[in-house]
């Protein structure tokens, strides 16, 4: 197996492909910051507004990138997107990050969606990590409060998923349109776990690290189906679920992110927990790959419903998974996997002209141009932070 050469690859990936494209054509030198959107057919819309998740991701995906490789121009965009992160999308009145900016930087949405706290967390703590910034930890820091003191359920534990921007209650806390609107996701606690544990690394405190073993808990005893090995998407209140749907990305995401969590908490009982059910979850979003090396989007059980297209993110997170198999479990098949959808990747989802990633390959082959290039949810994380996962794992 050549790993050395698929890490050698992903460097040249990141390097003259996926991070070049955000410098060069997302850098917003009129109204600051980074565009809203540019679509799949390489258009820039520059009245596109701007959400708090592409910018939060652009932020640590660029600290990342500083930390690792050290190129100056890595921490420009980096401190580009830090402060569109302080200055404009943190409420200063009532704490929290709004939901989108209109084109101008100015508040649109003002929902608290946890979700995008979650990722300002992420960002900021990778910024501290690769400058010694206090600012951005001071501000991670206080959205970490802002999650515990607002979304927190102390009674039947869990977060909540929005708030409106006092931090009220919201009739519609879905994330997307293609969410179903419950109090409780997995989604969101995964993209809670992610930040607290990347501000853990950082920040040795008490409380966080209890919520962070906490998190662990919930996805092995509330989150996690222990009969199939998925991950159950969305929850009442009281933990009930009456979706079945499976999302292979997010299973193997989750997989390597829960492992991560435990590592970096350093608890021995909780990872000697949590490594069977890394296996075990992983081997579950197995049931979604593809004869080509792919991983498909999801399946809905009993509906005899399935969506087969292949997405540029379930891609980028089925070979850090596989990956992780194999740098801890000793698993030469896993690491088979990774190196089959890398082949995929560079087959059918890179595009060698225009730069990044297009949105997905359809089911027939085709090459979906439909959805964004880059815009509210098509950023350089999962892809950005798969080429450097690999980098670091495998230097």
């Excluded at 853990?200 to 008490?206: G, M, P, S, Y």
């Excluded at 970096?264 to 927990?273: A, F, P, Y």
């Excluded at 000793?330 to 082949?343: N, S, Y």
Aim: charged share 30%.
């Amino acid at each position: 197996m050549d790993i050395n050469r698929m890490r050698k690859e992903m460097e040249e990936e990141l390097v003259t492909d996926i991070l070049p494209f955000w410098i060069k054509k997302m850098t917003d030198t009129a109204n600051g910051g980074f565009y809203g959107r540019i679509t799949g057919r390489e258009i820039l819309i520059p009245e596109a507004e701007k959400g708090a998740v592409l910018n939060a991701r652009i932020l640590w995906t660029f600290s990342s990138a500083y930390r690792i490789l050290k190129k100056d121009e890595y921490l420009v965009t980096a401190t580009r997107a830090k402060r569109v992160i302080i200055d404009d999308f943190y409420d200063k009145e009532y704490g929290g990050v709004f939901w989108s900016l209109d084109c101008k930087g100015r508040p649109l949405d003002t929902k608290k969606q946890i979700y995008a706290l979650g990722f300002a967390i992420y960002g900021l703590s990778e910024y501290y990590r690769a400058t010694g910034d206090e600012e951005a930890l001071d501000y991670a820091i206080r959205l970490f409060e802002s999650i515990e003191e607002h979304s927190f359920d102390s009674v039947k534990n869990g977060y909540c998923e929005a708030l409106t921007r006092e931090w009220g209650e919201i009739a519609d806390m879905r994330l997307s349109d293609k969410d179903e609107n419950e109090r409780k996701t997995m989604n969101t606690h995964l993209h809670i776990l992610e930040p607290y544990t990347n501000l853990f690394r950082v920040w040795k405190d008490q409380r966080l690290k209890g919520q962070l073993r906490n998190l662990i808990g919930i996805f092995t005893d509330k989150i996690l189906n222990m009969k199939t090995g998925h991950l159950e998407l969305f929850f009442n209140d009281d933990w009930v679920s009456k979706y079945r749907i499976v999302s292979y990305g997010h299973d193997i995401e989750a997989s390597w992110l829960i492992h991560e969590a435990a590592l970096v908490l350093g608890d021995r009982t909780v990872l000697e927990k949590i490594e069977p059910l890394v296996e075990y979850i992983a081997a579950a979003s197995d049931e979604g790959l593809a004869p080509d090396g792919s991983l498909i989007y999801e399946t809905f059980p009993g509906k005899d419903k399935t969506d087969t297209e292949r997405h540029w993110w379930v891609q980028a997170e089925n070979v850090v998974g596989h990956a992780n198999l194999y740098q801890y479990f000793g698993d030469e098949v896993a690491m088979r996997k990774a190196l089959r959808c890398w082949e995929f990747i560079k087959r059918h989802l890179i595009d060698y002209k225009n730069g990044e990633w297009y949105w997905s390959v359809r089911s027939d082959g085709s090459i979906n141009t439909a959805d964004d290039k880059a815009g509210f949810w098509k950023c350089p994380y999962h892809n950005g932070r798969m080429c450097m996962e690999i980098i670091e794992r495998f230097s």
